[in-house]
């Protein structure tokens, strides 16, 4: 089990994170985020950054060579979460991309399939895809649970992260319905918009990887 605390807005709360146990941070590039962070922010938070915790940027609606640039000034940055409705594909190399899409009911999975048969076709399969719940003109971050349900048999042929809602009261159920690859927390773990609370990021963390111990993911 993969678990990224997401919104991750200071070096303090990078390197927290990291040391409970996360295997990934997202850091977020969108400006109309409560949980935006400019790239010199960005830089100090991975220079604090322990080895082997994966900096995952976030961003949304931006053409994939502008996001590709942005990753590169900032050096250690070598995941894209990459939100919005132009979806483009593209050879990433040497980054890797998590394509993240909002579910609310089972049409919009095919609009997941759907894209996924496009990059199949080419040979430009995303590393994963992040599945957050669905919520009019915003982009994660809304405390909003996904469509648990619905992504019971959802096996699209890469590894599934679930995001939207999540806390350390109910990851363990989300991992044994959904049994994804990864989890995805922001909301769940502050003590306010971008703070994080290292009490609520030690519970998620030891309530996931319990319930992971427990059963066997699908969506990976």
Not at 75 to 90: A, C, D, L, P
Not at 130 to 155: E, H, K
Not at 201 to 212: H, Q, S, W
Request: with cysteine; proline share 6%; aromatic share 8%.
């Amino acid at each position: 089990m993969q678990i990224k605390i997401c919104g991750i807005m200071s070096a303090a709360d990078g390197r927290m994170a990291a040391e409970l146990g996360a295997h990934a941070v997202g850091i977020n590039f969108y400006r109309q985020s409560p949980r935006y962070v400019d790239e010199a922010t960005a830089a100090a938070i991975l220079r604090d950054l322990p080895p082997f915790t994966d900096p995952v940027g976030i961003f949304v609606n931006q053409p994939l060579q502008s996001v590709f640039e942005a990753a590169g000034r900032l050096g250690r940055m070598q995941t894209i979460q990459w939100h919005g409705e132009n979806r483009e594909i593209s050879n990433a190399f040497p980054y890797r991309i998590v394509a993240a899409f909002s579910v609310g009911e089972k049409r919009h999975l095919l609009d997941i399939t759907r894209y996924l048969e496009t990059c199949r076709s080419v040979n430009r399969l995303p590393a994963a895809v992040l599945v957050d719940a669905r919520v009019m003109g915003q982009f994660g971050g809304t405390g909003q649970t996904a469509p648990w349900n619905l992504l019971v048999d959802f096996q699209p042929g890469v590894p599934v992260i679930l995001a939207g809602g999540l806390t350390p009261d109910n990851v363990a159920e989300a991992i044994r319905i959904v049994r994804p690859f990864g989890v995805d927390v922001a909301t769940g773990v502050e003590s306010k918009p971008g703070r994080k609370d290292a009490a609520k990021v030690r519970r998620f963390i030891e309530n996931a990887l319990e319930a992971a111990a427990g059963c066997q993911p699908h969506n990976s």
